[in-house]
């Protein structure tokens, strides 16, 4: 798949390209310069070990993926909310597993479980009359964020994957769904909600796509003794914090 640089936002020419910026080949050189910058960071090999096993545990529990906990050195990180994803989100999916594999990196989906968002299936339809309209599928939801919102029932996973599957034989979401509803839902693997649940339907389709990606809640990132750490440096600085921060809207 072609790589591109988006000046402009207009339809492209070619099929199968991804836009992208900065420039790709530019990619490489940027992950030199983060290295250099975060090198002598305090306790940084430890984080990275922490945060990269608690995402492998994650994603061999919801894949069955092999877990690995090696500490490696270029991480390669992307992430949306934990919502069904547009192409653009498959995008920075693909993007980033190639440019991982490219340099013997890792690359990481970073899951945002923390807000309270729409979780329904939109999936278009044609009905009776040849017009064409939106039909949604909700799932379970409320005005709590994904991590404290329940599982969907059994009836509801299944309305979705059939919604999905059975209209669309032949079609690669449906064809990959299918397989990954053969184990009867006896054998898939214990959602603690609804993030879990999506997750776990999504990384079967970036699966099959070849796209090699561990994945990591927000919700599990956030119970980390490093990511504690790191909150406790800021408030422990928070004036410091505070004049960085502010330092780029200050000097516009």
């Known amino acids: 798949m072609a790589v591109k640089t988006l000046q402009s936002l207009v339809v492209p020419d070619e099929k199968n390209v991804l836009f992208v910026r900065?420039?790709?080949?530019?990619?490489?050189?940027?992950?030199?310069?983060?290295?250099?910058?975060?090198?002598?960071?305090t306790g940084l090999p430890g984080s990275r070990g922490e945060l990269l096993s608690i995402a492998a545990d994650?994603?061999?529990?919801?894949?069955?993926?092999?877990?690995?906990?090696?500490?490696?050195?270029?991480?390669i990180v992307t992430g949306h909310q934990a919502i069904w994803h547009h192409c653009g989100i498959l995008a920075k999916n693909i993007i980033t597993s190639k440019f991982a594999?490219?340099?013997?990196?890792?690359?990481?989906?970073?899951?945002?479980?923390?807000?309270t968002y729409d979780?329904?299936?939109?999936?278009?339809?044609?009905?009776?009359?040849?017009?064409?309209?939106?039909?949604?599928?909700?799932?379970?939801?409320?005005?709590?964020?994904?991590?404290?919102?329940r599982a969907p029932q059994t009836d509801k996973i299944e309305q979705l994957i059939a919604a999905v599957t059975r209209?669309?034989?032949?079609?690669?979401?449906?064809?990959?769904?299918?397989?990954?509803?053969?184990?009867?839902?006896?054998r898939l693997p214990p959602f603690r909600n609804i993030t879990d649940f999506i997750t776990c339907?999504?990384?079967?389709?970036?699966?099959?796509?070849?796209?090699?990606?561990?994945?990591?809640?927000?919700?599990?990132l956030s119970e980390a003794t490093s990511f504690l750490d790191?909150?406790?440096?800021?408030?422990?600085?928070?004036?410091?914090?505070?004049?960085?921060?502010?330092?780029?809207?200050?000097?516009r």
């Open 201 to 220: 339907f999504q990384a079967a389709l970036n699966s099959a796509l070849g796209i090699n990606m561990t994945y990591l809640p927000v919700s599990l």
């Open 230 to 251: 790191f909150a406790a440096s800021i408030i422990a600085r928070a004036g410091d914090f505070a004049r960085v921060y502010n330092r780029p809207f200050r000097n």
């Open 58 to 75: 994650y994603t061999h529990r919801l894949t069955g993926a092999a877990p690995h906990h090696n500490i490696a050195e270029k991480i």
């Open 167 to 186: 209209p669309h034989q032949g079609w690669f979401c449906g064809d990959v769904w299918s397989k990954r509803a053969e184990c009867k839902h006896r």
């Open 101 to 115: 594999q490219g340099v013997g990196g890792h690359s990481l989906h970073l899951v945002l479980d923390h807000g």
């Open 22 to 41: 900065p420039e790709f080949s530019r990619w490489p050189s940027l992950l030199l310069q983060n290295k250099l910058i975060t090198q002598n960071l």
């Open 119 to 149: 979780t329904a299936m939109v999936l278009p339809k044609r009905s009776a009359n040849d017009a064409w309209h939106f039909e949604r599928i909700e799932l379970e939801q409320g005005p709590v964020p994904l991590e404290f919102r």
